[in-house]
């Protein structure tokens, strides 16, 4: 490989790096529905937090706040709460 080809894929390997390192994020905010007494709610939080990609979950009342990584799917969450018993939707 001659100097200036290495050079172009280092280049484009530390761009991707680079581009891995900002990865975005997103916040996510759900409506939950079918909580119904006070460990509902931790419960619901728990199940978000397992969720690959999420860093960080909030449940308060009927409302749900995530942070998560780009590739996290509202679906992935909207499951999530599904499968901790109760229902969810995207709050836009
Ligand atoms: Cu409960």
Not at 23 to 31: F, M, Q, S, W
Not at 63 to 81: E, G, S, W
């Amino acid at each position: 490989m001659q100097k200036q080809q290495w050079m172009a894929l280092v280049g484009a390997l530390a761009l991707s790096l680079n581009a891995t390192a900002w990865a975005g994020e997103r916040t996510v905010n759900l409506k939950v529905d079918g909580m119904s007494c006070a460990m509902c709610a931790p419960a619901a939080r728990k199940a978000l937090e397992k969720v690959n990609g999420v860093k960080s979950a909030k449940v308060e009342s009927d409302r749900a706040m995530v942070v998560a990584d780009d590739k996290v799917q509202d679906v992935d969450l909207v499951k999530a709460i599904v499968g901790a018993g109760f229902s969810a939707t995207v709050v836009h």
